[in-house]
Structures are given as C-alpha cells and as structure tokens.
C-alpha cells in the first residue's frame, strides 16, 4: 500500500502532545517548534529531503525520553522548572536514542537524540566537540536550546534578543555554519510568526517534505514497534505489555489461520492499543490502592484517545477501530462507548480477550500475576457475565493450556 508517512509522523507528534497535556496541564508544542525551526535551518544548508523529513522526525521525538523521565519521576513544578530539570538530565538522552534504535528512518541518522544537548565547544553531557557531533544533532540543540532560553512563541519583536544570543554563543554553544543559517533565516518574519501556537501545526505541515512510501503492513510495523516501546515504558508494571500481547497475537492468528495482512494489523493493533495510556498519571496507574470514581473515569478515556491519535492515518481504519474497542464489553458495560455484542467484528472481540489474558498473567500494584489456571477463572467469571466472547476464551484455554 501507498503510506503516507506525514501522517504517521503527525500522529506521533499528537501522541507526544498528550504527553506534554499530562506533565504540563497544556501543549507546550515545543518539539513541533524544535521541528519547524530544525527544518527552516537544514532547508538553508541545501539538504535532501529525506534528510530534512528524518530530521523533522527526530526534532518531534527527541524529547522522547525526557516525557518519561518526569512521569516516572513524578517531577513537580511549572512547566519551565520540569522542562529545566529534565532537560539538565543526560538519561533522557540515552533513553530517548534507546527508543529510537530500530526506528525505520529514511536516512541512517546515527546518535543524534543521544547528543542532542552537545555544544560546540564540547562542554555538553558527554563531552562530544565539532565534528564528533552530527549535524542532526546540533541542529535540534540549536533549536532546543533557543526554545528553552526564550519564548519562540512571542513572535517576530523579540527576534533580535535571539539573533544576539546565538551570535554570541558562535563557536561555543554552536558553529559557526550554524549560527550562520539561523541567522540567515532570521531574517524572515514568518519563522517567527510560524511558531506561534496558533500557527505551528500549519506551518510544520508547510515545511516537512511529502513522503509516501510503497510498505505492506509488515513493514509499518517496523514504526509501531518504536512507539510500543514508549507506550510501555511509561509504567513499570506495563513494561512488557504490548509487547507480550503482540506475541499472544501472533499465536492466535496462526491458530485462526488468519491472513498475513489481518495478522499484521492486529500486530499493529497489540503495539499501539495503550497509547492512550500515556496521558494517564502514573500516580494513578500504579497506585495498589482503590481509585476514586473521577481516576477510573479518566483512565476509561484512553482507547478514545488513542483512536483520535491513529483514525486520521490512511490505511489504519481497521486499526484505529480495534484499538478503540479493546475495553468494550459484549453485553454493554465497557467503555468509552458501551458497545454491545452486535456492535463489535470478531477482531475487535479477538484484542478484547487477549488483552485481558496478557493483563492476568502480568504483576500488577494491587495483585501478582496469574498463572494460566487462574487467569482462565477469572475470564470464564466474565464471559458468564456477558463480558467477554465464549468461543475465543475457550480457543485461548486450549491454545495456553498446552504452553
């Protein structure tokens, strides 16, 4: 199929923003200023578009690790003082390059989230100077680091205290090639009207190069591995999560006979399910004690969120449908939507069930795992309660019981 990796890439670029909604309480929209700025620069240095688009890519994502270092962390604070924190913190540097290891990229962009905090002059967290330091790399530092000094967000008044500062951090903070080209695009008003909240997702998408690429699902996948590990990172206890039920997936569609294109799907499916998740706070996800009536709700937003996230990605209809439904219920009582029996494909039912499955059979903060014998129990309890589809738990006590 013809994939349409702008949308991809805004898709995650929406994920990240329900990061920032959850440590913040507002989107920050600062990897999205990261990006547009990155982009304007390398546009200056005459790269290729399949470098500017990686670049872009790796502008969105590179705060990756920090978003999880304060959730788990549970660093308190204003938006500045959490970003200052993190952001004075290498971790996150090697957590975010970590995630980003198997992530199919245009180019072979190496090291670049690792050294994203490097400065010229070699006084960054690993010491790295110059030309041991990637292009990518000083570009987003460049950016990142105007973005945390000032607000990119005022517009064009301020835009000289700006030109000053990184003309007088040339050959310290940045080299002198790059201070060149920002300046250069300085120059022009809308950079600096295109990094207002108002503006930033219009101007990105004006600026990011158009890129579909010919990639069966098989191949799309090799992008929602990279996201799967992030969505589990968030908890400690759902570190294994997606994918453990991505391989109990896998397992139930070689037993269904069903087709490679479906079996990727739901692959796709069992990495991106919890997406949602990563707008829940991990006091509330890892608390062993009861939750208020108000935290379970916020909890059941979740699958919506995650839908929103992925609905708008050509190719993912089936996808985002599946992921949504994964906490409905065949008799009406689950959420967000209250679906009933007749509402829901066999798919849908299938995500359901093996969901639940790999949830009983992992540690939790309020019980240890279940072995198979148990976690089985507890699934009958539900499909006599109209919850859960009788066939396909007794397809997967047959399947396990044999494991």
Known sequence: MDFNLNEFLKAIANT?????????????????????????????LNLRDEEIF?????????????????????????????????????????????????????????????????????????????QEIPLFAQIIALADTLDLTFDLREGPQTKGKKEAFVHDHR?????????????????HTELWNGLKDTNIDSSLSQVVPQFSNAMNYEDIRQLTKTLSKIIDAKSKYTHEHSAGLSVKIAT?????????????????????????????????????????????????????????????????EDISRWVGNHHEKLNGSGYPNGLIAEDLDFYSKLLTSMDVYQALTEERPYRSSMD?????????KMVDLGELDSQIVQDIDFVYSKT
Request: charged share 25%; with cysteine; hydrophobic share 40%.
């Open 54 to 130: 990686d670049l872009a890519s790796l502008a969105i994502m590179h705060d990756n690790g920090a978003s999880l270092k304060i959730l788990h962390d549970n660093i308190s604070g204003s938006t500045k003082e959490k970003l200052d924190i993190v952001e004075s913190r290498k971790e996150h540097c090697i957590i975010g390059e970590e995630n980003l290891k198997d992530f199919p990229f245009l180019t072979s962009p190496i090291d670049v989230i690792l050294y994203h905090h490097e400065k010229y002059n070699g006084t960054g967290f690993f010491g790295r100077t110059a």
């Open 252 to 316: 139930m569609a070689d037993f269904y006979h069903i087709d490679f294109t479906t079996t990727h799907k739901l692959l796709i499916a069992s990495d991106l399910h919890d997406l949602g998740k990563l707008i829940i706070s991990n006091d509330i996800l890892d608390r062993p004690g009861r939750l208020t009536e108000e935290e379970y709700n916020n909890i059941k937003r979740h699958p919506a969120i995650a839908k929103s996230c992925l609905e708008n990605v050509s190719g993912f």
């Open 16 to 44: 990240l923003d329900t990061i920032e909604m959850d440590i913040f309480g507002i989107p920050t929209n600062h990897s999205k200023r990261i990006a547009y700025l990155s982009v304007l620069i390398a546009k200056e």
């Open 372 to 380: 198979h014998w148990n976690a089985m129990r507890v699934m009958q």
């Open 171 to 187: 050959d310290t903070f940045f080299s002198p090639i790059l201070t060149n080209a920002f300046l250069k695009v300085s120059e």
